[in-house]
């Protein structure tokens, strides 16, 4: 029994810690091998699927026409997704460069985007959320890469809003800035491991139709790889995102995620070959693979520990930490005046994710598919 808990403490520390810090020494003997140029110019395409976006499809569109200049060439495609308020009248109306499609019914993201796909002309396609915003050099900061062949996609930063920013906000945020360390020091080894919905841009002949059920970000990004591409992380492409402060609509968007990206796992399972795709192998295990699988190891390390209760009193007291922890978050869900206690939200975050992780998992073993929903939003 000490072996198996030992399995599951090590597994997780690597998870947790030992990825990052295995990234960062490889980054250090690596060579930056970076060929950005800003002296071109692209057929740029910005594809953004829309479910009653009213109240942001304008500032939206305003905000993509912002990254214009002399260099680019900017068509931006707008997918109403069966809205029932008038995004779509709104998008047609604020400039000669947006192409509106409109679904009559509410089809799902994945069907809305896949027609976008279709539609698109630029030899570049930039994909966005309807209420992520851009800083004006965003799009000059992600085409830059592809200068460079070998570079198939560029996925940008996202910075949370402070704007109204509640306990699960600064948690997001926290957990954003960590995860793009990762993909600075990924890029520098074996290439971004995948790109996230907000801000990221692929070559148009790279796309393709995205399975039901899948994760549309996960999939076009990680199909640059199979395609003998590089994908690369560019931090100064920035977009701004709000986050929800209310914790079941949190819950139910990491559920959702976890779901259709272990689905889109499994569909590219053949790039966990290390002996074909190297370093973004052990990259795509530990980010994605092994990430997803922490609750699996946090109860099988809870376990362990209680089954080793009488064999020292190291296991004693480090069972008693794990019941501290998680009955600190659970008092925190229970009484939310709970969460100004300084460092109490910590636990709670990290608990409440992996449990929305273990629901994914599950759903996807229950043959649950996710193709319609709508954006998470406090004002909805």
Avoid at 233 to 259: G, I, L, Q, W
Avoid at 308 to 327: G, I, R, S
Wanted: aromatic share 12%; net charge neutral; with cysteine.
């Amino acid at each position: 029994m000490d072996a198996i808990f030992w399995f599951f403490f090590g597994a997780l520390v690597f998870s947790f810690v030992g990825y990052g810090v295995l990234l960062v020494l490889i980054g250090f003997v690596t060579k930056n091998k970076s060929k950005k140029s800003y002296a071109n110019g692209y057929d740029v395409s910005f594809l953004v699927c829309a479910h009653n976006e009213s109240a942001v499809i304008k500032e939206k569109i305003e905000n993509i026409n912002l990254q214009t200049n002399d260099k680019h060439k900017v068509e931006i495609i707008i997918v109403s997704d069966g809205s029932t308020d008038n995004t779509a009248e709104l998008a047609r109306s604020v400039a000669d460069n947006v192409t509106v499609l409109e679904a009559k019914d509410h089809i799902g993201k994945l069907e809305a985007l896949n027609w976008g796909l279709s539609e698109c002309k630029g030899e570049i396609i930039v994909f966005s959320d309807a209420n992520s915003l851009f800083p004006e050099a965003t799009l000059n900061e992600l085409v830059s890469h592809f200068n460079d062949e070998s570079v198939g996609g560029v996925c940008g930063q996202i910075v949370v809003s402070s704007e109204k920013q509640g306990w699960i906000g600064k948690a997001e945020s926290i957990y954003w800035r960590y995860d793009q360390a990762l993909k600075i020091a990924e890029t520098k080894v074996g290439g971004a491991v995948s790109a996230q919905g907000s801000v990221y841009a692929i070559r148009r002949e790279l796309t393709s139709p995205v399975l039901e059920g899948c994760a549309d970000d996960f999939v076009l990004s990680v199909g640059v790889v199979t395609k003998g591409k590089k994908l690369v992380f560019e931090p100064n492409a920035m977009t701004y995102e709000h986050v929800t402060n209310k914790v079941y609509k949190e819950f139910d968007r990491r559920v959702r995620s976890t779901e259709m990206g272990w689905r889109g796992l499994m569909l590219f399972k053949e790039l966990l070959n290390p002996f074909k795709y190297g370093w973004y192998s052990l990259q795509l295990f530990s980010h994605k693979l092994l990430r997803r699988l922490n609750p699996v190891l946090l109860i099988g390390l809870l376990l362990s520990n209680a089954l080793l209760l009488d064999e020292h009193w190291f296991y004693q007291a480090f069972l008693a930490c794990q019941v501290v922890f998680y009955a600190i978050a659970l008092l925190t869900m229970l009484f939310p005046f709970l969460r100004k206690v300084p460092g109490f939200n910590i636990p709670t975050f990290f608990v409440m994710g992996h449990a929305a992780m273990a629901m994914g998992i599950i759903n996807v073993c229950r043959g649950k598919k996710v193709s319609k929903w709508k954006p998470v939003r406090d004002d909805a």
